[in-house]
């Protein structure tokens, strides 16, 4: 995601939430999938205020992270946004949100898994390479030696 649509939804989320009260035209999901496809952006916010709560619930539910779900909530929508030409005007957008907001909560586990596996695997190997009892009898045979020969 390129910054500059990070801070254009990151804005238009804080907008969007702090002017609730603002009353959209009431539209049918049908009707503002049509109008998103024609990329019109009001389109866009009333699907928006209407989706936000389901996928951050939905999200919440697996994610704990307050970032890394705010993360994945905002990649679901810029994925919306991108793929807007696409989308079945006659189709329900609760199935496809779920489908991309499922992926995303995938691939955020799948990466924090492989991480931990990485760290994990990276100690181990560094406590078999490094062994501290082998350490200190080399010290201890160097340090009588030493007083030896002293």
């Known amino acids: ?23 959209i035209r009431r539209m049918d999901e049908q009707e503002a999938i049509k109008r998103l496809k024609n990329s019109d952006e009001k389109a ?4 928006y205020k209407s989706y936000w709560p389901k996928v951050n ?17 905002q990649e679901v929508f810029i994925k919306l946004w991108e793929h807007r030409k696409e989308l079945n005007e006659s189709g329900s957008l609760d199935g496809y949100l ?11 586990s799948r990466q924090s898994f492989n991480h931990q596996f990485y760290q994990t695997t990276i100690i181990e190997a ?24 002293v």
């Open 126 to 149: 560094m406590e078999q390479s490094y062994n501290i009892d082998e350490e200190l009898g080399t010290f201890s045979k160097c340090s009588k030696n030493i007083r030896r020969h």
């Open 44 to 47: 866009f916010s009333f699907l």
């Open 98 to 108: 779920f489908i991309i907001t499922r992926n995303l909560i995938f691939n955020s």
């Open 1 to 23: 995601m390129k910054k500059g649509e990070k801070i254009f939804f990151s804005c238009l989320n804080k907008i969007i939430r702090l002017n609730s009260h603002i009353t």
């Open 57 to 73: 619930h939905f999200t919440r539910l697996y994610i704990i992270d307050t970032d890394s779900a705010e993360e994945i909530i």
